[in-house]
């Protein structure tokens, strides 16, 4: 098959789930997935074969493969549990089925996190706007970051490949997510993520350090909301991990609240991520924290 036979097989195969540029875009991702051929040949040589020394596993048949994976897009399986990966933050993350695909919003809230704690242009290793530093702390406990709602663990990897002096923990109620989370190969200098199982809704569980930063991105979307969303997040990824009741959007945050009152240390800080429609809400509940735009300009941080 010719890339332009495939590229085209995929706008006719997708067309039903996505606009014609995403549904390119899937295409192109998977010849980046499953060969060397990089997406431009098929502007310059759009007759260029997909054949076995272009793949990238070696005694495998690309075509077959990508076939293969256009069938289950076609069911509308998410693009990455097809491939089993996502890229998240410049790292490579293992995601599947019960574990939910993390998003550009969340990259964003990582790399405020990251902009905030350490100054791109401070070699001091002093973390701005706290007292503590991240080599030398004043009660010779670490600096210690807590995800709750890991997931993925995409934002505790994140996080800790960032702050190699600093103790990352996550934590999550779902033992599938966990499990991924656990499996990560994301290349950190110093100590790897603790992860843990946890019900953020019941009290903190005994022996967890205080901690200097709380970061989460909980359930937030309510349920009067599935009807705008595609059969591909709403059949596929973890409900669970995606939807509040319309009657109880905020309980999420009511109870990490609790758990900052518990667990953040006095001059911590607080960073989450939250359903535009609740912005001011949520804000009410920390109190001193400020709402943040995402790039879209739509209410989706709460930063304190």
């Known amino acids: 098959?010719?890339?332009?036979?495939?590229?085209?097989?995929?706008?006719?195969?997708?067309?039903?789930?996505?606009?014609?540029?995403?549904?390119?875009?899937?295409?192109?991702?998977?010849?980046?997935?499953?060969?060397?051929?990089?997406?431009?040949?098929?502007?310059?040589?759009?007759?260029?074969?997909?054949?076995?020394?272009?793949?990238?596993?070696?005694?495998?048949?690309?075509?077959?493969?990508?076939?293969?994976?256009?069938?289950?897009?076609?069911?509308?399986?998410?693009?990455?549990?097809?491939?089993?990966?996502?890229?998240?933050?410049?790292?490579?993350?293992?995601?599947?089925?019960?574990?939910?695909?993390?998003?550009?919003?969340?990259?964003?809230?990582?790399?405020?996190?990251?902009?905030?704690?350490?100054?791109?242009?401070?070699?001091?290793?002093?973390?701005?706007?706290?007292?503590?530093?991240?080599?030398?702390?004043?009660?010779?406990?670490?600096?210690?970051?807590l995800d709750i709602c890991t997931g993925s663990g995409c934002i505790a990897w994140s996080l800790a490949a960032e702050f190699p002096e600093a103790m990352v923990y996550g934590c999550d109620i779902s033992d599938a997510a966990l499990r991924y989370a656990c499996k990560q190969r994301v290349k950190v200098r110093g100590a790897k993520p603790i992860f843990f199982t946890a019900d953020v809704l019941a009290a903190p569980p005994a022996g967890l350090p205080q901690f200097d930063v709380i970061v989460s991105n909980p359930p937030y979307i309510c349920d009067s909301e599935r009807a705008a969303m595609r059969p591909n997040v709403l059949d596929f990824e973890p409900a669970e991990a995606l939807f509040v009741p319309d009657d109880d959007p905020l309980r999420f945050y009511r109870a990490i609240a609790r758990w900052a009152d518990a667990l953040l240390r006095p001059d911590g800080h607080i960073y989450l991520e939250l359903n535009e429609r609740f912005g001011p809400d949520v804000a009410a509940l920390f109190p001193g924290s400020t709402l943040h735009p995402d790039i879209s300009g739509r209410d989706r941080f709460v930063i304190r």
């Open 1 to 145: 098959m010719t890339l332009k036979g495939f590229i085209d097989l995929c706008l006719e195969r997708l067309s039903p789930l996505y606009p014609e540029p995403e549904a390119k875009a899937i295409a192109f991702r998977l010849l980046e997935h499953y060969t060397d051929i990089p997406s431009y040949k098929y502007i310059s040589e759009p007759d260029c074969v997909i054949s076995v020394p272009n793949a990238r596993h070696s005694g495998l048949d690309p075509e077959s493969e990508m076939l293969g994976a256009l069938d289950e897009l076609a069911t509308g399986r998410p693009l990455q549990y097809v491939l089993g990966v996502t890229e998240f933050c410049g790292h490579r993350f293992k995601v599947g089925e019960g574990c939910l695909i993390p998003r550009p919003e969340t990259e964003e809230l990582v790399s405020r996190i990251i902009d905030d704690l350490y100054s791109e242009n401070d070699d001091t290793n002093v973390i701005p706007g706290l007292t503590r530093n991240l080599n030398a702390n004043d009660d010779d406990s670490p600096f210690s970051i």
